[in-house]
T-cell receptor, first 108, second 114 residues
Framework: RKEVEQDPGPFNVPEGATVAFNCTYS??????FFWYRQDCRKEPKLLMS???SGNEDGRFTAQLNRASQYISLLIRDSKLSDSATYLC?????????FGGGTRLMVKP | DTAVSQTPKYLVTQMGNDKSIKCEQN?????MYWYKQDSKKFLKIMFS???????INETVPNRFSPKSPDKAHLNLHINSLELGDSAVYFC?????????????FGPGTRLTVL
């Protein structure tokens, strides 16, 4: 079983739609969590950290459920520019473990 | 520009050759990393250095040898390249301290072994 698991997608949604991605992690010692975004043939970039209380950054909302070892990302009012791969990440000590990514394609 | 930079961006070489990839960061970070992203897009940690000292060494063949001449540089040397080494290699760095520290990635080096 992979340490961080995500549905690879692709999720094909129209502009303006709301889309949610889920992620599960297996290492209960993981201390903090992130969503990274990776555009095609580019490097990953931090989208947002994920806090237990849930956090929002504009159209993006992240949630963490430590009891279920589950992380989510909600994107409201999708834009064409949101098309990318979204990587769920768990940090244990100094090490980041990446999920395989969920591909999002937003269509006009 | 402040960033993590890698050279070369593309590397095409024959099986059995030895090659190096260079990484530099001018962000003043203490910790640097090498990741491998294979054709299935999984990004996996290979090595991590903190202030020139190796702190993470995942299950990577001995043919891969990182070298950190100073805390701003982490180079990756690969001996006797194999077909399975073909991947995108990303260098990254992060600032000091515990907590939710972001890692900043370089643009990647696309290695193709023929």
């Amino acid at each position: 079983r992979k340490e961080v698991e995500q549905d690879p997608g692709p999720f094909n949604v129209p502009e303006g739609a709301t889309v949610a991605f889920n992620c599960t992690y297996s290492n209960s010692a993981s201390q903090s969590f992130f969503w990274y975004r990776q555009d095609c043939r580019k490097e990953p970039k931090l989208l947002m950290s994920v806090y237990s209380s849930g956090n929002e950054d504009g159209r993006f909302t992240a949630q963490l459920n430590r009891a279920s070892q589950y992380i989510s990302l909600l994107i409201r009012d999708s834009k064409l520019s949101d098309s990318a791969t979204y990587l769920c990440v768990a940090r244990t000590g100094n090490m980041l473990t990446f999920g395989g990514g969920t591909r999002l394609m937003v269509k006009p | 520009d402040t960033a993590v930079s890698q050279t070369p961006k593309y590397l095409v070489t024959q099986m059995g050759n030895d090659k190096s990839i260079k990484c530099e960061q001018n962000l003043g970070h203490d910790t640097m990393y090498w990741y491998k992203q294979d054709s299935k897009k999984f990004l996996k940690i290979m090595f991590s250095y903190n202030n020139k000292e190796l702190i993470i060494n995942e299950t990577v063949p001995n043919r891969f040898s990182p070298k950190s001449p100073d805390k701003a540089h982490l180079n990756l040397h690969i001996n006797s390249l194999e077909l399975g080494d073909s991947a995108v290699y990303f260098c990254a760095s992060s600032p000091p301290g515990q907590g939710r520290n972001e890692q900043f990635f370089g643009p990647g080096t696309r290695l193709t072994v023929l």
